[in-house]
């Protein structure tokens, strides 16, 4: 029976760049994961090829649509879809071929199969042929990852009804593709295939899309996807979908009790994702879930169970890969007996449609329904020289100050790049610096960052290239 200091379970974002920590702190590090490579859903199924169908679908919509704004001529523009498919999993393959080379590297010990705990500091390995191999760890980290969420009563046949595993590899462009859900998921995927010709229509039961976000920013998003032939029908709900001749009619029904009908022959359940422990701890152990079936977990990501730990999507919080890779770090280093930590309220949440949105900590809507005051600047790309100079100028900056210290509390902007700017906010949040920290530093001109800059200034209303808001100056 092969020991180690610490098994974890899954390859994910959390698990791997956790083992690579704890190998790099000299660990002796198992990693078990189910797939033949590497990554979970993120690398796989997830965060990495949706990005790449999302930068190809875009250029194609560039040329179709946009290329005659800077005297660019195409003709005949078209697009091969499986070439597209084609160059996305090769993207895929070779962030999974160099993590199997970091494993390597790092000397972590792959083990292909289901693992589960079977006993503190003992875990099993289901290899794909049936054998089983027992393994133990002074340590185990649960990092089993999320599957997508279901309605219920609502079949998915993985055909027509699907979830966001196969709306990722469509053989052929939906002619009709009707969306469940108006988060990251659905919004991205729809903007996907609406760019490539379909006909896209996205039904949420909430009363505005990407609800995490503030109303301003959610209402130049949804008004710029309308403008990219996306459909919305929000504040309804589906009640039923029924498969006829190859084809989808789905039933939904609206606050008024109005019933409405959508064909479609493709229908994408989006509605958010669920943690995966099936099968990871032996019932027995009567591993402790939160109220939400999440697995609760302590400051130093000890569950309930003697030497085992959980991190990533199983445990609270936003289920987002960079959440799971600083909480691998941080419950590895805590093992290890150092400091490790992290800052929730630095946990960047973006959505990569076009234009992108990115937020960071307290959302201004958010202070207002915690009864907190703060102080807020804002800043268009409409009046940012770069913007205007990429033919980018739509949506703007936010930041979100404390009245009293200046600390920023938090951050959004709505607009090209916005991943790539939030990321800005997220430090200064991080060191604990101010509005004023932000608006002092020196920015590059021209360029899009600017734009955060001049945001920060305007929460003094010292911002210099809008007019002064109607406030007393300095």
């Known amino acids: ?14 698990g791997y760049t956790g083992a690579i920590r704890a190998a790099q702190l000299g660990l002796n590090t198992a990693i078990i994961d189910k797939r033949e490579v590497l990554g979970g859903t993120c690398l796989n199924i997830g965060c990495i090829p949706s990005k790449a169908l999302l930068t190809s679908s875009h250029l194609y919509q560039f040329a179709a649509h946009q290329g005659a704004r800077h005297g660019l001529k195409f003709d005949g523009v078209a697009f091969d879809l499986a070439r597209m498919m084609t160059r996305k999993q090769a993207v895929v393959r070779q962030l999974t071929q160099g993590l199997e080379f970091l494993m390597k590297k790092n000397k972590i010990t792959r083990f292909l199969g289901v693992g589960q705990v079977i006993a503190p500091g003992k875990v099993v390995v289901t ?36 979830t966001s595993d196969e709306a990722l590899s469509f053989s052929e462009v939906p002619k ?4 469940i859900g108006a988060g990251a998921i659905g919004l991205e995927l729809g903007s996907v295939w609406a760019r490539l010709g379909s006909e896209v229509t996205i039904i949420e039961f909430l009363p505005r899309i990407a609800a995490f976000y503030d109303p301003d920013v ?5 008004k710029a996807l309308e403008a990219d032939r996306l459909r919305f029908h929000l504040q309804t709900t589906v009640t039923s979908i029924a498969i006829d001749n190859g084809n989808a009619l789905v039933e939904a029904v609206t606050p008024t009790n109005d019933k409405l009908q959508f064909t479609a022959d493709k229908v994408l359940v989006a509605v958010g994702r669920k943690p995966f422990t099936e099968g990871a701890v032996a019932k027995d152990l009567g591993l402790k879930l939160t109220e939400r079936g999440r697995v609760a977990v302590d400051e130093k990501y000890r569950t309930n169970i003697p030497a085992l730990y959980a991190i990533g999507d199983v445990i609270e919080g936003p289920m987002l890969a960079h959440k799971g890779e ?15 930590h992290v800052n929730y309220d630095a946990i960047p949440n973006i959505i990569y449609t076009n234009p992108e949105a990115a937020s960071v900590g307290l959302t201004e809507e958010l202070a207002k329904q915690q009864g907190m005051p703060v102080k807020i600047g804002k800043f268009p790309f409409l009046a940012n020289g770069r913007a205007l100079a990429n033919d980018e ?3 703007f900056a936010k930041i979100v100050a404390d009245p009293k210290t200046d600390r920023l509390l938090g951050a959004e902007i709505i607009g090209f790049g916005a991943s790539e700017l939030i990321a800005e906010a997220v430090s200064v949040i991080e060191f604990g610096g101010s509005a004023e920290d932000l608006g002092r530093t020196v920015h590059a001109h021209p360029t899009m960052s600017e734009a955060v800059k001049e945001a920060a200034l305007a929460v003094s209303n010292q911002a210099f290239s809008i007019p002064p808001a109607a406030i007393p100056r300095e």
Do not use: Y
Request: hydrophobic share 45%; glycine share 12%; charged share 20%.
């Open 326 to 340: 600083e909480e691998g770090v941080a419950c590895v280093e805590r093992i290890a007996g150092k400091a490790g």
């Open 176 to 179: 009709k593709l009707v969306v």
């Open 218 to 222: 959610t209402q130049v998003l949804q």
């Open 1 to 14: 029976m092969s020991s180690f200091d610490l098994i974890v379970l899954g390859g994910g974002p959390a």
């Open 127 to 162: 290899k794909p042929d049936g054998a089983e191999e027992e393994l133990l760890g002074s340590h185990v980290i649960l990092a089993t990852g999320s599957v997508p969420s279901e309605l219920p009563k609502i079949a998915l046949d993985r055909q027509i009804v699907v």
């Open 393 to 395: 100028s739509l949506g």
